[in-house]
């Protein structure tokens, strides 16, 4: 009773300070909420992780938010092997006018006032030929002004997607960075699902937007963001610099690099935009009718910039100044096919989205549960996207045959509610764990007596082994990665490293096949089948 906490969101002086003035007591609804949460993890861990040695392979691992998060990647790679594109086609008019200087493309939207929808290139022709052959007077010229708001503050999960998306980096890496800006006192902490913002930072900035672009750039108002996540906990800031006057040239020194002030000018950028006034923007429509078809264009100018003065410009898209009732002459009609595709894999940034959208996890266990289903091998990175493997489709496989509530997307996002209650003292955290502890325990040992084990695929090689010259050669995925086997293991034992021939493409240095590698921490890349004989090496293939 005699101990006193003090909290604080950033180490700098002030604020250590101003804590050390208000010293408060330890909250117990936050530390049961803590301990119902590790014992949850562990209860679940503890217990299918042997179970999963036992009926699927030595070295797996089962967790409450990283099962789901595999079975995320899982489900959406089903999909895109079901997936049957479909067939369509586009129609694009080019036209001129007398008067005015510059063509104009239109694209083909409705048919007798209906939607268009061309399944065919039969179809396709027989519509250009129609346009070919048709009139065409300008409808319509719409314009109307648009603003554009900025984005919040970041966020753990907004941070992780952004340096996901600009700069590659792996939620992990993010962290890494994040937590050294903190630890020198540049940044606020950077664990948060929060958009609030201290008041004197938000004065700072107001004071620094316009003493640097000018009065038309603040708005009348301090901006003011709500959270749209229902389990948020808003005990912290938002991530922002300590100092708003500080740029990123002084974040670099002797222990911090250049990828500290790249994330530390991405943190500053995002917080100044988000006290900048709006973007301001013309959308022009023009809508040209060609007997009982209508073509539409769309145009874009920026009027004012905004917040976006401290981003990329914006995409403009000029039209020439048509008005109604203009006549045009045809320049050529163009027909395009296409197909529909299937949804693309999980980003890591993608996958972080999902997680939160479905209220699983929390933004600080995030960076974590993407790096250990890629160590524990259930998932790997092509080309920036994860793809299942066949022990992480295995995996996933039993425990929804056994487990299924455990990996089910509500019953995670509940969870996470009742620990949330626990936080708010709504609910007593030894009854919510009870409450899963005791239907799931005799799951565990339904499955312990009642499952076989499971066999995970393996790919044909259409070759035979060399060894025993009796099995085929397959390819098995191991606790690191694929490898060649024999299929009469474990009778013939024969195995061999597993060379990813990368096809059509060829080494620029000797001109021989190129192999897929991967480097000590994991990461992909490419280089020569010949090494050491051949040293080429290079994270993107060439022409890539």
Avoid at 64 to 80: H, K, T
Avoid at 236 to 258: C, F, M, N, W, Y
Wanted: hydrophobic residues 35%; proline residues 4%.
């Amino acid at each position: 009773k005699r101990f006193r906490r003090v909290s604080f969101h950033e180490i700098t002086e002030t604020a250590i300070k101003e804590s050390l003035k208000h010293p408060g007591s330890v909250n117990m609804q936050l530390v049961n909420a803590q301990q119902a949460r590790r014992v949850l993890d562990r209860l679940v861990g503890y217990t299918l992780s042997p179970l999963l040695w036992r009926k699927v392979r030595r070295g797996l691992s089962a967790g409450r938010v990283q099962s789901v998060a595999v079975r995320l990647v899982v489900e959406r790679e089903l999909e895109i092997e079901a997936f049957v594109p479909e067939e369509y086609w586009e129609i694009f008019v080019t036209l001129s006018s007398r008067d005015v200087a510059g063509d104009l493309t239109v694209q083909l939207v409705k048919k007798s006032a209906r939607a268009v929808v061309i399944k065919s290139e039969e179809e396709a022709k027989q519509i250009e030929k129609e346009l070919e052959k048709s009139k065409y007077v300008v409808s319509d010229v719409v314009t109307e002004e648009q603003k554009s708001s900025p984005n919040p503050p970041f966020t753990t999960s907004l941070l992780q997607r952004a340096a996901s998306n600009l700069f590659g980096w792996s939620a992990k890496q993010t962290m890494s960075v994040a937590q050294s800006l903190y630890e020198h006192g540049f940044i606020t902490y950077h664990r948060t699902d929060s958009y609030n913002l201290a008041k004197e930072a938000i004065e700072a900035a107001r004071e620094y937007i316009e003493h640097s672009f000018g009065k038309e750039y603040l708005p009348e108002k301090a901006r003011v963001y709500k959270t749209k996540v229902a389990s948020a906990q808003e005990a912290h800031e938002a991530i922002r610099p300590t100092q708003v006057t500080r740029t990123g040239e002084a974040v670099v020194g002797d222990k911090l690099s250049t990828n500290h002030q790249k994330l530390y000018e991405l943190i500053r950028i995002r917080f100044l935009q988000c006290q900048m006034s709006d973007a301001v923007f013309d959308k022009t429509t023009i809508l040209v009718e060609a007997g009982k078809y209508l073509l539409k264009a769309d145009g874009k100018r920026v009027i004012f910039d905004g917040y976006v003065k401290l981003g990329k410009p914006s995409e403009e898209s000029f039209l020439p100044p048509l008005s109604a009732n203009q006549e045009l002459s045809l320049v050529k009609v163009e027909s395009q096919q296409k197909f529909t595709k299937p949804p693309g894999r999980y980003t890591e940034a993608g996958l972080i989205k999902e997680l939160e959208k479905r209220g699983i996890g929390r933004p600080s266990t995030y960076a974590a549960i993407i790096s250990t289903i890629q160590d524990r091998n259930y998932v790997v990175k092509e080309n920036k996207s994860f793809a299942p493997t066949a022990i992480g489709r295995a995996v996933i496989e039993y425990l929804g045959k056994y487990f299924g509530n455990v990996i089910a997307y509500e019953f995670t996002a509940n969870m996470e509610h009742d620990l949330d209650a626990i936080a708010l003292g709504e609910k007593e955290w030894v009854k919510v764990v009870r409450s899963f502890w005791e239907p799931f325990s005799e799951s565990v040992r339904v499955a312990e007596g009642g499952s076989e084990r499971v066999k995970v695929p393996v790919e044909a090689t259409g070759e035979k082994c060399p060894e025993c010259h009796e099995g085929d050669m397959v390819i098995r995925t191991g606790r690191f990665g694929k490898f060649f086997s024999c299929s009469r293991y474990p009778d013939c034992k024969y195995k061999n490293q597993y060379k990813e021939v990368i096809s059509g493409v060829v080494c620029p240095s000797c001109g021989g096949e190129i192999m897929a590698r991967k480097s000590k921490k994991g990461a992909k890349f490419f280089g020569c089948v010949s090494y050491p004989t051949c040293t080429w090496a290079a994270w993107k293939l060439p022409g890539k």
